[in-house]
């Protein structure tokens, strides 16, 4: 191999690494990353992260985000991560999760933990089509409609549900602490049943209208029409039927 050729060589072989670098990502800042047999552990915990990171390894199997500052969950905050197994996101501060912030990892995803944060709505369908054991426990749960549609999209997962514990409601007689598996109204048909009441009263309101209009209106023509009546009946003695009396008094004058 010639000088020149050599150089060359070099140049070619440094530019395929630069080219391949990319889709061997190191590790995020303050992360640590252990390879195991099946792809990479990747773990963040502790380490005061705002957000979720951006630059995770798209071989990650485990990302363990738990104890940092993060406050929301982006839409696909998790895309590309094509083999991710298990998230662990427990004490953070999360507030909600949109419908998309899981989406791209649905699949894989086997375990997700998103205790100790302060989600207290998520998105209907922000479960739909997980297939992984969730864990949903210490947050401050708003048990409403939305929840319950949520929670029973994952019948497979009475865990989740077992461990929520409602911090507000729109049940009146609600206690807050209350297990959410024991609140056995069911939430969509109360919000259902309010509206149809006002619906109800609504409807009344405007039937009462319509029938003190109709009676109104009766009683006036009747009104009318009597005195009409009377007003024929007073007419003098052209009436038929007593032509005699007519006669007579012709005949009087
Ligand atoms: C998530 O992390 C917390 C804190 O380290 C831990 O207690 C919890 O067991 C982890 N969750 C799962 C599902 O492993």
Known sequence: MTLPDAC????????LLLLLLPATRGCPKSCVCIRRSDGLDVSCSHARLRAVPSDIPADTVLLRLDHNLIDAVPDRAF???ARLRELNLSHNAVETLGEGALRGVESTLRTLDLSHNRISRVHRDAFARLHARVLI???PWHCDCTLQQA??????????AGRVRCHSSPLLDHREGQPFLT???DLCNLAKRTTDYAMLVTMFGWFAMVVSYVVYYVR???EDARRHLE?????????PGRPEETEDASTAV
Do not use: I
């Open 151 to 160: 929670l029973r999209v994952m019948a497979h997962n009475h865990e989740a």
């Open 220 to 222: 006036q023509n009747q």
């Open 8 to 15: 060359v060589f070099c140049l070619v072989s440094g530019c």
């Open 183 to 185: 609140m056995d109204a």
């Open 79 to 81: 895309r590309g991560l």
């Open 137 to 139: 426990g210490d947050n």
């Open 231 to 239: 007003y024929l009946k007073s007419l003098p003695s052209k009436a």
